[in-house]
């Protein structure tokens, strides 16, 4: 079954329909209660995020004492909260520029590594003949639906007590400090994005033209010149998907965070911070506000700016799965 | 009232590390991937030389290279995969059936005490609520909307304002609306939900503390997150009908109404259950919502915050582990239903 990769129209739009008159008639029929509807509906849908941006740069006790929407009609703006919520030295100001760097630290190697290695494992199930090749793909498809729950507690006793078989240390404990924990945070999210990552792209790398593969096995080529100079240039955009996928669940991330990074100003994301703010300073919300926002910047550049790959990453993983 | 930038030396030089282990491993790999065919291929070259030179017939082994390469492909993958997920999920299974210290076998006393204990049950009625409403609503929204826009002038900047909560966090988007749910006892209110009830003449509420308003009010969240999903990839299978079907439809003189119900929804059933079942999926295991919001109180949380305070927080293991497996088992029919799903497609 082939189903043609849906191309989503973003802004360049051709109506493939022709202009006949049953065109026009359709177009009459429900054109202005439609137009009405999907109207209403995004601007149900837009409103809370911009009532929070809104109020993210209102004083104090403006936010306090009066809803956001009196503030166009007695505009009172200020970067104060930013300027507090980002660098205030108290603790109750919020510190995030600190947080906003453990953020960033955890996140790009968690990019990294599980690309890297869903790469060259996808391309082995796809091209590599070997036995046992398929049910070894259905193993790692299958391992998607396990919850990550599933994995924490043990996984966390590996890092804390190591591994002991038999009386015998095998790997002793990592027994990490402060912004060492990184790397604890690095290994399990590596872990946890590898079933996903393997599948989105053994399904980019297995729609590859076989004839070119065995072209370039006739003049030679082995396996990890065909992975290096042809595959991996033809898989970018599929490469592009995947890491704005990972990207956007490592930076959002709250649990795997909070278990491995633990709540420390040296290793914690903004989402635990912010977490932790929403729960034991739930009327401060000129930070709220204003931290909410900053942590929410980053992942909506990147994904304003890169939507067309994640959209076609999206499709690729949920349609033809 | 400064930030000073010495104190984050330390992170910087540790995602250095980081960055340098990433090339040292990955580039090592490859490298050895590089060196590793080209000695083999030498020492071929020296056994076939030998070979020739004393006419014993050439022995070959291919297949065993091919093996030997997938091997270094498939290494790190399949390492970080067994001690980051099998061996953990088969050791959580374990765990579940032993007590909090995990010392002594108990056998299934920690799922009778999950479905004995009032609060749990409250919390396992609470997730099926969920699990019940998020992709039934997301989905028929996301439906709806793709529609409702598809061939629409501004269909592009429409789909992005839907789409666009997908990238906020899951924290982030628990502010946002914890903020809309804000009360206030004097005064304006400031929160939009209460000042709507206000204007209306209405008592303003604090509404994430009445159960179990409550845990609808965060199902709403979910929703507002997860219809761009819905919409996107069901808008992909509305444009992936064929143009032809529609046309002759449209030449019979069918309403748009009939249009929807029998030429639309036939055509995009599969991508419709594919987002039902991704949508349960992520709604069984959702956490952060709940921890944002709530932290869990006011009856409302559910299997995975429960997990986690049971694990995590009052370390009591086994019942932590029984949650996780339960959690585990849940998706499972979900799962074959899917599985069965596409081999009909595939047979039809």
């Given at each position: 079954m082939t189903t043609a990769t849906p191309t989503v129209a973003v802004g360049t739009q051709k109506t493939d329909g022709p202009t006949?008159?049953?065109?026009?008639?359709?177009?009459?029929?429900?054109?202005?209660?439609?137009?009405?509807?999907?109207?209403?509906?995004?601007?149900?849908?837009?409103?809370?995020?911009?009532?929070l941006l809104v109020s993210s740069l209102r004083p104090e006790d403006e936010i306090k004492t009066t809803g956001w929407w009196t503030a166009f009609t007695n505009p009172q703006f200020t970067l104060e909260n930013y300027q507090q919520v980002l660098f205030g030295r108290s603790s109750s100001s919020g510190q995030l520029a600190g947080y906003f760097i453990n953020s960033l630290a955890i996140t790009i190697p968690s990019v990294l590594f599980p690309i890297a290695f869903a790469c060259l494992a996808a391309y082995a199930l796809a091209w590599i003949n070997f036995r046992g090749r398929d049910w070894l793909y259905i193993a790692i498809f299958a391992l998607q639906i396990v919850p990550l729950q599933m994995a924490?507690?043990?996984?966390?006793?590996f890092f804390s007590t190591g591994v002991t078989l038999g009386g015998v240390t095998i790997m002793p404990a990592w027994d990490l400090v402060d912004e060492q924990k990184f790397a604890q945070v690095w290994f399990a999210h590596t872990c946890f994005a590898l079933p996903f990552a393997v599948f989105l792209l053994h399904n980019f790398i297995s729609q590859l033209p076989g004839d070119l593969m065995e072209a370039a096995r006739v003049d030679g080529a082995s396996h990890p010149k065909i992975f290096r100079t042809i595959v991996l240039p033809l898989i970018t955009p599929a490469l592009a998907a995947l890491g704005i996928f990972q990207f956007l669940w490592v930076w959002n991330d709250l649990l795997v965070a909070l278990i491995f990074a633990g709540g420390s100003d040296e290793t914690a994301p903004l989402t635990v911070r912010l977490a932790e703010m929403a729960g034991t300073r739930g009327n401060e919300w000129q930070r709220l506000t204003a931290g909410a926002f900053v942590s929410i910047v980053v992942p909506l550049i990147v994904f304003l700016s890169l939507q067309r790959y994640f959209v076609r990453g999206l499709l690729a993983g949920s349609v033809k799965g | 009232m400064e930030f000073d930038f010495a104190d984050q030396q330390p992170k910087l030089l540790m995602l250095m590390y980081g960055l340098v282990a990433f090339v040292v491993v990955v580039g090592g790999l490859l490298l050895l991937l590089d060196v590793v065919p080209a000695w083999f291929a030498r020492r071929q070259e020296a056994r076939l030389i030998a070979a020739s030179a004393s006419g014993v017939p050439i022995t070959r082994r291919p297949r065993q290279r091919e093996g030997l390469f997938a091997l270094f492909f498939l290494?790190?993958?399949?390492?970080?995969?067994?001690?980051?997920?099998?061996?953990?999920?088969i050791r959580t299974t374990l765990l579940s059936l032993m007590d909090r210290d995990s010392n002594d076998w108990?056998?299934?006393r920690n799922y009778g005490w999950m479905f004995s204990d009032d609060?749990?049950?409250?919390?396992?009625?609470?997730s099926l609520i969920w699990v019940l409403l998020v992709p039934l609503v997301a989905t028929a929204f996301g439906l709806i909307y793709a529609v409702l826009v598809d061939k629409a002038r501004f269909e592009a900047v429409a789909k992005s304002l839907i789409f666009l909560p997908m990238a906020i966090s899951f924290v982030g988007a628990s502010i946002i609306w914890k903020f809309v749910y804000a009360y206030r006892?004097?005064?304006?209110?400031?929160?939009?939900?209460?000042q709507i009830v206000v204007s209306l003449g209405g008592e303003p509420k604090q509404w994430l503390l009445e159960s179990p308003l409550n845990t609808l009010l965060l199902i709403v969240i979910m929703i507002w997150i997860q219809a761009g999903f819905a919409m996107v990839?069901?808008?992909?299978?509305?444009?992936?009908?064929?143009?032809?079907?529609?046309?002759?439809?449209?030449?019979?003189?069918?309403?748009p109404w009939q249009m929807f119900w029998q030429i639309t929804m036939p055509s995009i059933r599969p991508a419709l259950i594919v987002v039902m079942v991704t949508l349960s999926i992520a709604t069984l295991k959702v956490f952060d919502i709940v921890r944002t919001s709530t932290n869990g109180n006011y009856d409302t949380s559910v299997i995975a915050n429960e997990m986690y305070n049971q694990a995590f927080r009052y370390s009591?293991?086994?019942?932590?582990?029984?949650?996780?497996?339960?959690?585990?088992?849940?998706?499972?029919?979900?799962?074959?239903?899917?599985?069965?799903?596409?081999?009909?497609q595939r047979e039809g």
């Open positions: 006949s008159t049953a065109g026009r008639v359709r177009k009459r029929l429900n054109s202005r209660t439609a137009t009405l509807v999907s109207i209403v509906i995004a601007v149900v849908w837009t409103i809370p995020t911009f009532g924490l507690v043990p996984l966390l006793r | 290494l790190p993958t399949l390492l970080l995969l067994g001690i980051g997920l099998v061996v953990p999920a108990v056998g299934l609060s749990i049950v409250r919390v396992l009625v609470n006892g004097e005064g304006d209110q400031i929160g939009l939900l209460n990839v069901l808008s992909a299978a509305i444009k992936a009908i064929p143009g032809d079907i529609v046309e002759a439809a449209r030449l019979d003189g069918v309403s009591e293991n086994g019942q932590g582990s029984a949650l996780a497996v339960f959690l585990f088992i849940l998706v499972i029919p979900i799962v074959i239903y899917q599985i069965r799903n596409l081999r009909q």
